[in-house]
């Protein structure tokens, strides 16, 4: 009796994390008091510091990470609730929330959940709360520094907290040639701090490139599966994309994933006559996100270019795999590209010296790289803010 009254207290209020109001929150978690709870949920809380992300925004976040050997059965959830209160400006809290359904997992299981928020230069303090449909909760306060370099452009005011949807209210209106854009993000190898990392770059890309319709496409090489597939993508759905990413598990690379990969080929495959064939073609077909190195060459079978076909292109942000400066306990990943721990031996002693750093002799096959070359597009390696809008423009420009 006592659990369903806990979970229609604790009943779900919200389908993505977003900024909300007090009065919207059940009461439990609106003071962050001790409401309801009936004990302290086990996890632990990674916060992830500000980073000025590809838009000239500083990013962010936490990482949670809890046992599944509490829940028994379906049906359960976690509901996050967090305010953000600059200490300098207007010294008003930003209050956000989210509820998170569980996956069905073994008890065993670690799962992973995340969440993102945007900030302009300032001191912050944010005091965060995670309560489950058990009744049971977890707190926990930090604060934050954004600051920035000094060549370095922020272009969200100082003092100000938003969500990944923050835009300012004279943002310019869309170009005249706007296009119909494809964005297919691969997350092969990717959980917690580089996800959030690639997020942080979609971001800006959704809202740089004079798109005026957006298809975004969230795949899984590895697992050799689509995750996420939408039409009429905008950047207001980012908040909406960050709550159905969480449960991203990390990518394990074994022996027997350089071999035997045809099915690598068969999705990509899949994704590129997709563009091709669609009643709807767009102007342009950008990848991002992580290679995927595979022994299998492209099947003779693979697409070919046609005439009129979208212009396809790869963007590929080199330094996403850097390590996070995180603070819980928890280790990032160290090295470049490719993979947690940057590419394996055999790939780093493949690797070519000179400026495509990313070449690789020919037993091992970058599988994005050689979709994008075999439909003669253009493969773009950004390192830093300033490169990102010479990319989108010359997407701009060949896309059309």
């Known amino acids: 009796m006592h659990r369903a009254i806990v979970v229609a207290m604790f009943a779900r209020f919200v389908l993505a994390q977003s900024i909300t109001l007090p009065e919207r929150l059940p009461a439990a978690v609106r003071d962050f008091g001790p409401g309801a709870a009936r004990g302290e949920l086990q996890c632990t809380v990674d916060i992830l510091e500000p980073e000025l992300n590809f838009g000239s925004r500083f990013q962010a976040g936490y990482v949670v990470r809890a046992p599944m050997n509490a829940y028994h059965g379906g049906g359960h959830h976690w509901n996050v609730v967090f305010s953000v209160t600059p200490r300098e400006g ?13 996956p069905d997992a073994p008890s065993d299981a670690m799962e992973e959940a995340h969440g993102l928020f945007l900030l302009g230069e300032g001191h912050y303090h944010v005091k965060w709360s995670m309560l489950d449909d058990l009744g049971r909760v977890f707190r926990k306060e930090w604060d934050l520094e954004a600051r920035a370099a000094r060549n370095e452009k922020v272009t969200m005011p100082s003092g ?53 319709s957006v298809r975004l496409v969230v795949f899984n090489l590895l697992e050799q599966r689509e995750l996420f597939r939408e039409d009429g993508f905008s950047l207001n759905g980012m908040n909406r994309l960050v709550h159905e990413t ?36 767009a102007d342009a077909v950008v990848f991002l996100g992580a290679p995927l190195w595979v022994k299998e060459a492209m099947p003779a079978g693979f697409p070919k270019p046609e005439k009129g076909m979208p212009r396809f292109f790869s963007v590929h942000y080199s330094n996403i795999y850097a390590s996070p400066i995180a603070r819980g306990g928890a280790s990032g990943w160290q090295g470049d590209v490719g993979m947690p721990g940057g590419p394996p031996p055999a790939v780093r002693e493949a690797q070519m010296p000179g400026p495509d750093r990313y070449q690789l002799a020919s037993n091992l096959f970058d599988s994005i790289k050689q979709t994008v070359l075999r439909m003669k597009g253009k493969i773009f390696v950004i390192q830093t803010p300033a490169e990102l809008p010479k990319a989108i423009g010359e997407i701009d420009r060949r896309g059309k």
Do not use: C
């Open 90 to 102: 207007s010294g008003q809290p930003v209050l956000f929330a989210d509820s998170i359904d569980l």
């Open 246 to 281: 969480n449960f991203l598990r990390p990518g394990r690379v074994e022996r027997g994933s350089f071999e035997h990969q045809g099915g690598v080929w068969d999705l990509l495959a899949k994704l590129v006559e997709k563009e091709i064939q669609s009643p709807e073609p």
């Open 160 to 212: 100000t907290v938003g969500d990944l949807g923050w835009r300012t209210a004279t943002e310019a209106p869309a170009s005249a040639h706007a296009q119909h854009v494809t964005l297919l993000v691969n997350v092969t190898h990717l959980a917690g701090y580089p996800w959030t990392r690639l997020l942080a770059t979609l971001d800006p890309l959704v809202e740089r490139l004079p798109m005026s």
